[in-house]
């Protein structure tokens, strides 16, 4: 299965731009890019996904490389409430029972 | 209504204990999960049911043995568990098993095994 790869930790200055890259050298093309966060004492919680364009919707944007090797989720305007960890995760559409958390990154925002 | 709930928060058990955690959505989702998660680590899954039949046995000890009654509800039931299955234990659902799918988390259920 494609693995991803994500930084450990990030850090953010309140209702500053934010962006959390994540590394999938191994995708496949049929691999949808999901990001879920999730915040402390919660379950996950889905923010994005997308497969080739970059996508955008009230949470956040997904920035896809041209070759798809690389993603970004871009929070426009980090809050205090967008402190959690962030999960990049690769879903194959044919392989799509299969849905694979990475380490993760956890992001903290600085009033 | 977008929610999955969990029932109970949390959960005591002794190792010769049999004890039940139950989710339960009323989105009309057709595919519905259990992941297992330790502290500090991201969840890993246990089982998918698609339809209400059991799709995904991610290899989990048999003292976890899942059922789903309905469309939903998802149960699972925990036998002889062992101090390391202490985690918290967290159910979704998702309209299908589809890569283009969200999955909806509940909150949880704090297991510890004593």
Redesign the interface.
């Known amino acids: 299965d494609a693995k991803t790869t994500q930084p450990n930790s990030m850090e953010s200055n309140e209702e500053e731009p934010v962006h959390l890259p994540c590394n999938h050298s191994t995708i496949s093309g049929t691999d949808y890019i999901h990001w879920y966060r999730q915040l402390p004492s919660q379950g996950p919680e889905y923010v994005i996904h997308g497969l080739t364009s970059n996508v955008n919707n009230r949470m956040a944007s997904l920035a896809i490389a041209e070759d798809r090797k690389s993603s970004t989720l871009i929070l426009h305007r980090a809050t205090l409430r967008d402190a959690a960890v962030y999960y990049c995760i690769l879903r194959g559409l044919y392989n799509f029972n299969k849905f694979y958390f990475g380490s993760g990154t956890k992001l903290n925002v600085k009033p | 209504d977008t929610e ?1 709930t969990q029932t109970p928060k949390h959960l005591v058990m002794g190792m010769t204990n049999k004890k039940s955690l139950k989710c339960e959505q009323h989105m009309g989702h057709r595919a519905m ?1 259990w992941y297992k998660q330790k502290a500090k680590k ?4 246990m089982f ?1 049911y ?1 339809y209400e039949k059991l ?2 046995n991610e290899s989990v000890p048999s003292r976890f043995s899942p059922e789903c009654p309905n469309s939903s509800l998802l149960n699972l039931h925990l036998h002889a568990l062992q101090p390391e299955d202490s985690a918290l234990y ?1 159910c ?1 659902s998702s309209q299908g ?4 799918y ?7 259920t704090r297991l510890t095994v004593t």
């Open positions: 999955v999960y991201p969840p890993e899954l998918v698609s799709s995904i967290l979704a098993q589809g890569a283009t969200e999955q909806y988390f509940g909150p949880g």
